[in-house]
């Protein structure tokens, strides 16, 4: 009997170990083949350890192909959207969660009901919108404000059961002590809500971070493009140089790993809750 | 008194207004206009006014060839992806759901892909699923010896939406794995426990009471895996475009193809339209059927 558990438990290890391979491999293909010269990168059979193994392709990209100036946009877009997203759901939340307002249930259920509006239905309306203002196209600011607005249904469903959670006596004493309502809101509840607050800023960082579709229609010349952007760029030139495509995709899924290990905690609990977008 | 609770109204709509005109402005009115702009022709030149023309863009749209293909194409990806994300995802999680050692790096590893973005894991896909030189070739030909020639995944209609399934499937095990082990363990262990003193084995345990008892899990897993699968876009786009020949074309790559590439955005809008009646009436359809059967 106890040999037999033994040996149950050692196959499903095994095939957790397989299952693990499957899921990992890709991911350490993509690293090698970023290390690989161009003449390496279609060997049969293929190489599992680059050998000569360089840092070239990753110098090329940064200088050459200008991720460096990618990084620096994405980065520019990504940090002020976040913010901008998360303070807005926070304060829209936090409004459901604890005042009254004329019309206030009826609201709501709109959101919710609008929460599986696929993006697809609003992408050609959204792009009529900005493209009626000439100066928002090609503008790094229109996506910081369209991705500090987008999602704000789900995200504020999402942390007005956090909010309503909380004890309510320490808002009403600070409200005595003479706080004014948003200072209880900056003050007091959003550092109770700090869990809740980071699965939303990692939600929203993935969002933005990763989103390709909506910024490459709006951001058109060069200088101000985003890390995917520049990937499909330099996947649809003739010749496809996979292992200069895989040193840029190398540093766009790099922070997201490096949060994603640090901060896997809330990022189960993001994207569990996040659902799927498109 | 009542002036203090007219007072908590005004305040109260200062906190949610700068979040509801957003919404209002950049999800509600887009979606009205979208059935708006889908009974218009629309002209790229912004001077010329938008023509009203009924239904004309549906009409068309039911008798395209194309839509139909795309249509077809998008619901075989959700026939196959997404059992293919419970079975293997509900795999994982009876696996990690007992005391196995390194769960929580299982758990971590199974993830991965999950949390990477679609135009980086589309990229690697194509990588691997390369004709010549692809790993997923020189497996099946050269270690497995299953095929006898390179398969053109790319570029043989019949074949291009194998990797495009394969990815859906591979990117999404982790997150139907986590929503399954969170049904799991939401399961009280007195039921298994009962179960073990009247004697059951560990198969009728499983289809007597963790099946059961999963099925709100699988309702939730249908639903938005279906909506999710509808949604497919850009494991398509980054690979394949849609091609070779329409092969792979999807709902969503239809529509951006007409609206962004033709400028039909009015067509586009309509497809987009379609779309939106299709997935919300199979997503309430499923919530509908499903919830009967339990009662």
New interface residues.
Partial sequence: MKTKKKWI?IS??V??LL??V???F??Y??FI?SLKQAAY??????QLIPKPATFENYIFVWKEANFGRYFLNSVTITVPGVALNVF??A??A???A?????L?EV?FS??IA?L??????????????V??FGFLIDNKLTVIL?A???G??FN?FFLRGFFEGLPKEIEESAEIDGCN?FQV?WYIVMPMARPAIATLVIMSF?GI??D??WPS?ILQSKHNWTL?IG??AL?GQHTVR?NL??AG?MI??TP?LII??LL?KY??KA??EG??K? | MKKR?TR??I??????L???I??F???????I??FL?SFHKWNIN?EIPPLFIGFENYKKLFQDTLFWLALKNTVMYVLVTVPGQIALGLL?AL??N?D??GRIV????????????????S???Q??F?T????VN?LLK?VLHLVSADIRWFSQPSMAMVPIYTLGI?KG???SM??FL?GLQAIPREYYEAARVDGAGAWTTFWRITMPLLKPTFVFELV??T??G??V??SVY?MTGGGPRNATQV??TY??KQ??QYFH?GY??AI??V??VL??TI?QLQRVLFKRTEA
């Fill in positions: 438990n499903i290890l095939v957790l299952g693990a499957v899921m990992v890709p991911f293909y993509m083949t990168v279609f060997t049969v059979p293929p807005l759901s304060l829209t936090y409004g459901f604890r005042y009254d307002f004329p206030k609201i709109l959101l609008t599986s509006v696929p993006g697809l239905l609003l992408i050609i309306p959204q792009f009529q919108i493209s009626r369209t500090g607005a987008g704000i249904a504020a309502a809101f993935l971070w990763d390709y579709f229609l995917p990937i499909m996947k996979w495509i895989f995709t766009a899924v997201v994603y290990f896997q990022f189960v994207v569990a659902g799927l498109l | 609770s908590r109204k305040v109260g709509t200062f906190f949610v700068p979040g509801l957003s919404y402005g950049w999800t509600i009115y887009p979606i206009k979208s702009m912004p994982v696996l990690l007992r196995v050692k299982f758990r971590l590893l199974y993830y991965l892909p999950v949390v990477t973005s679609w135009v980086i894991v990229a690697i896909f990588y691997l390369a010549r030189g692809g790993i020189f050269d591979w095990i982790g997150w986590l929503i969170a938005m895996l909506i999710g509808f949604n876009f850009l980054v709902l969503s529509m951006f609206a962004f955005f586009g809008a987009s339209v779309f939106f997935v919300f997503a």
